[in-house]
Every structure is written in structure tokens, then in C-alpha cells.
């Protein structure tokens, strides 16, 4: 069974950075399309992002488009979502999610394995 590890949230000012990881052990991550998903309290669970087995595919929710990034380091065995421009209303939980396939999609039900979420928490 796939398991996955977040880490790297934490509270920070509005406009600031943060970087989560996604990592596994026994298992490489290239093998998988990795997803990103978020959930603030009351409200229901929202893709962010995903990237593909290469690398060579993501897709961004328009909600953080041109904000964050999402990438890969296969020597890792980690993918990132780089978060800049922080904002309030970024603040949730942040799930990785894995599937076996080529390419991914914003809806959670496209993935098989989730990590534990990391809380990322945007206020002054």
C-alpha cells in the first residue's frame, strides 16, 4: 500500500511562501500522478494541482494559478507545490494524493492513496 507524507505547512503572513513536500517511502513516485488537494474548515475538498508521471503535464486550479507551482524531483522521490502570494483564503489542509495513471485530474475520486494533510495557516 502507498503511503504518503506531507510536510512543510505551517502559519505565515499574508503575501508570503511556503513550500509542501509529498514524499514516500518503498515506493517511487514516478510512477504516479500526484495531486494536490486542499480543505478549509465547512467547506468541501478543492483540487489544486497535479502533475503527471513526467513532469510534463499539470494543470492548476484557476484559484491559484500563477501562485503556485508544482513539481517533481524524481532523485528525491518528492513532488513540491511551491505557494507564493499566500493568502487568507489559502488556508487549509493539504492533501497529496496518488494515482496509477498518465495523466490526472482536480477531482479526488481520480486517485487511490492519500497522505495525512499538512495545515497551512495564511494570517497576520
Not at 23 to 48: C, H, M, N
Not at 56 to 74: H, L, P, Q
Not at 100 to 113: I, K
Amino acid at each position: 500500500q502507498l503511503q504518503l507524507v506531507e510536510s512543510g505547512g505551517g502559519l505565515v503572513q499574508p503575501g508570503r511562501s511556503l513550500r509542501l513536500s509529498c514524499a514516500s517511502s518503498g515506493f517511487t513516485l514516478d510512477q504516479y500522478t500526484i495531486g494536490w488537494f486542499r480543505q478549509a474548515p465547512g467547506k468541501e475538498r478543492e483540487g489544486v494541482s497535479w502533475i503527471s508521471r513526467s513532469g510534463g503535464a499539470t494543470e492548476y486550479a484557476d484559484s491559484v494559478k500563477g501562485r503556485f507551482t508544482i513539481s517533481r524531483d524524481i532523485a528525491k522521490n518528492t513532488v513540491y507545490l511551491q505557494m507564493n502570494s499566500l493568502k487568507p483564503e489559502d488556508t487549509a489542509v493539504y492533501y497529496c494524493a496518488a494515482a496509477r495513471s498518465w495523466s490526472g485530474s482536480l477531482v479526488g475520486a481520480w486517485y487511490d492513496s492519500w497522505g495525512q494533510g499538512t495545515q497551512v495557516t495564511v494570517s497576520s
